[in-house]
């Protein structure tokens, strides 16, 4: 209820459609709570990335999170002279259409636990059924056994994660979740660079990655760039709210004076 599926979904695809080399892109979920509800949304979500991701990149779509895009109050029709433009963004709004009944129709089976836990489809129990004991859970949805979009491209990899849990250790701390996600990452991937971004927001600009990399990568500054902090933004708030309640002090007066930083968001890469 926190932290809603279908946000979490939306955030994932934010991620894996962004403009950025697919081979040097890794999205990890990091599911604390062992929930099977976050691993069927997982699997949902690969399937609809398959025709998300290339439709973002074909029509050069922004934001790249459905249910934001979807909800824009502006002409959609702007600058798009692609003759099957329409066509497709019909068919797209009714496949994520789709989509949220099947997200929303996991949730309220989640909302009635059976007695003796969760099955998987093989019939052996869910191995998160006793959240504070349970062995570390991996999945690799994308980026495996030739799983490719729609259109037959490569995807990024998207890997389902949740630590080790055993009675008697301290496990309510967020920096053990992000320890385990290094440690299988570096099997997995083992790239140079992390991003860090909430299961609650999503990337509102699919060429921020590049962006922060100029900051990582420039050949004179970049020895001493340790971090590149994204501002965060919010949607939906109250315009007339005395700091507009997007950390304008923080982000965009505070950062403003620090160089070599971006001057809002902090699902894993």
């Given at each position: 209820m926190k932290e809603p599926p279908l946000i979490t979904a939306n955030t994932v695809l934010s991620i894996l459609a962004v403009d950025y080399p697919v081979d040097k892109v890794a999205c990890y979920v990091s599911d604390d709570g062992a929930a099977m509800l976050t691993f069927e949304a997982l699997s949902e979500t690969s399937e609809f990335a398959r025709k998300w991701v290339p439709f973002c990149k074909k029509f050069?779509?922004?934001?790249?999170?459905?249910?934001?895009?979807?909800?824009?109050?502006?002409?959609?029709?702007?600058?798009?002279?692609?003759?099957?433009?329409?066509?497709?963004?019909?068919?797209?709004?009714?496949?994520?259409?789709?989509?949220?009944?099947?997200?929303?129709?996991?949730?309220?089976?989640?909302?009635?636990?059976?007695?003796?836990?969760?099955?998987?489809?093989?019939?052996?129990?869910?191995?998160?059924?006793?959240?504070?004991?349970?062995?570390?859970?991996?999945?690799?949805?994308l980026g495996h056994s030739g799983v490719r979009d729609v259109e037959g491209n490569e995807l990024p990899h998207l890997v389902y994660v949740s630590r080790e849990k055993r009675p008697g250790f301290e496990h309510h701390k967020k920096a053990g979740a992000m320890n385990a996600l290094i440690r299988v990452?570096?099997?997995?991937?083992?790239?140079?660079?992390?991003?860090?971004?909430?299961?609650?927001?999503?990337?509102?600009?699919?060429?921020?990655?590049?962006?922060?990399?100029?900051?990582?990568?420039?050949?004179?500054?970049?020895?001493?760039?340790?971090?590149?902090?994204?501002?965060?933004?919010?949607d939906g708030i109250d315009r007339h709210d005395r700091y507009s309640n997007r950390n304008v002090v923080f982000f965009d007066v505070s950062l403003f004076h620090f160089p070599y930083q971006l001057s809002a968001s902090t699902i894993w890469f």
């Open positions: 050069n779509i922004e934001p790249r999170a459905p249910e934001w895009y979807f909800s824009q109050k502006i002409d959609y029709l702007k600058n798009k002279v692609h003759p099957a433009f329409v066509r497709e963004r019909r068919a797209m709004k009714r496949e994520y259409e789709e989509f949220k009944v099947r997200i929303n129709g996991l949730v309220s089976t989640a909302q009635k636990v059976p007695e003796d836990g969760w099955t998987m489809q093989d019939g052996t129990p869910w191995p998160g059924n006793c959240v504070r004991d349970h062995p570390g859970m991996i999945q690799v949805f990452s570096a099997v997995l991937s083992n790239a140079p660079y992390l991003l860090n971004v909430d299961c609650d927001h999503y990337i509102n600009n699919s060429k921020a990655l590049r962006e922060a990399m100029c900051f990582m990568m420039d050949p004179t500054s970049g020895k001493k760039v340790c971090y590149v902090q994204f501002p965060q933004r919010f």
